[in-house]
């Protein structure tokens, strides 16, 4: 198993920016990607950016030339650094590891979600 725990949300101003922190634990050394979502209200849960285990990376058309997904594997981490926020970023946003497990299945473990909120 892994556990997931976000950090970093909160509430900020249109133009702001933000750092989300993704810690992993348990079986990381299965983890082949990570990656974050997010869910607004009333809306279906969206992929903002994952990357794989070779540092290939993929954005939300939404999201790009704004955030920034990275990872440190020394700390078992992964970042979402979120510049140039605007209102219709408000959501929670939950990290997310696929792990690969026996017989070549992938299994996708989900952190609790942190919220995100962008107001004037």
């Known amino acids: 198993q892994v556990q997931l725990v976000e950090s970093g949300g909160g509430l900020v101003q249109p133009g702001a920016s933000l750092r989300l922190s993704c810690a992993a634990s348990g079986s990381v050394f299965s983890i082949r990607a990570m990656g974050w979502c997010r869910q607004a209200p009333g809306k279906q849960r969206d992929l903002v950016a994952t990357i794989t285990r070779g540092d290939i990376t993929n954005y939300a058309d939404s999201v790009k030339g704004r955030f920034t997904i990275s990872r440190d594997n020394a700390k078992n981490t992964v970042y979402l650094q979120m510049n140039n926020l605007k209102p219709e970023d408000t959501a929670v946003y939950y990290c997310?590891?696929?792990?690969?497990?026996?017989?070549?299945?992938?299994?996708?473990?989900w952190g609790q979600g942190t919220q995100v909120t962008v107001s004037s």
């Open positions: 997310n590891a696929d792990r690969l497990v026996v017989g070549g299945l992938i299994h996708r473990s």
